[in-house]
């Protein structure tokens, strides 16, 4: 079976994790978390980061800086990930699902704009797919109003929005580092801080509610409980995982990127002759190949699409189940129509992507989708 996912390893990953063991010092915020904070700060220019054990945590970490109260309203794309969601849930925030884009997944402007009210305190935006959201028209609709922005870039490394890296824009962003994201530790994640405000209290929520980042640089002569927090921080092992596969970006990315086009190219035609969609790239967004996924006709044909792959060994798959449709959601807030969110959730879908796939089998799998339309 043409598996849909394989996580890259480079090799030097248990090189860096010997070299903890031998340190004996395997807890949180040590080296390898700092030489991978730092990545970031130098590549990006994030103002600063914190590393954090998965994206979820990065988004509960985000729900407890702007102090989410009982009541406060998040809005939030109903077609992405249910963290993106429960990181505010369980802090008690109303839960305002917002629509897609007719022309991809990502949340629509014209449809959070509807929404705001007196008691909106976030926008949350989902760069799907890497593609990034309408930022200028979203900041715009959140400004003067004290709305703060967060970008759930789970998707999104090394991608850019009007040459700003996406999880740079809002005032505070997320990346992801699970195994299904191009860059793993196989769990983890990263809180981007681009507010200077929040940065004082980022250091002491990921030090579990105390000073002790403070104490440890010398400021304060002892540390204790000063504000609510908890355990962000993955250990070191992690960390140093996570720093060999930062120190391989540009190759896997370059991979990935010849991957994406090869599919582009080679499924072009069955775009022309309407019988699949792949969305248009706008010019304000950069693609960093986190997904390769299109829009069959209709829930029907997906179906039979994602059986005949199968039968021929390719695992393809669907994506999201609008988040507003889960039970769950209906129970507390009650039922909502979303029509763009519930069309992605019924022809979507996913083709293998991942660093290892080899140029035959990516032919392989756009020949298997031709033989399926010639023979419908
Ligand atoms: C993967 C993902 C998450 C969660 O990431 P974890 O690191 O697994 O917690 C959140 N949001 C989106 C959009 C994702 O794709």
Redesign the pocket.
Known sequence: MLSFNKPFISGNEINYIQEVLNSGSLSGNGKFTKKCQKFFEDRYHFKKCFLTS??????EMISLLINIEPGDEVIIPSY?????ANAFYIKNAKIIFADSKKENPNIDPHEIKKLITKKTKAIVV?H?AGIACDMDAILEIAAGQGIYVIE?A??GIDSYYKKQPLGSIGHLG?L???E??NICSG???LLIINDERFLQRAEIISEKGTNRTAFFKGEIDKYGWVDAGSSFYPSEIIAAFLFAQLENLEKIQKKRKIIWEMYRNGLNKLHDSGKIFIPHLENCTTNNAHMFYFLCCDKEARKELLYYLKSNNIQATFHYQALHCSEFYISKFGSISLPNAEHYSEVLIRLPMYFELEFHQVEYVIKKIHDFYNKN
Do not use: N, R, W
Not at 54 to 59: E, I, K, Q, V
Not at 80 to 84: A, G, L
């Open positions: 998965s994206c979820t945590d990065a988004l992405t990930f249910v963290s993106t989902v799907y759930d789970a998707h997320t992801s580092f699970h299904t994201k769990e983890g994640g």
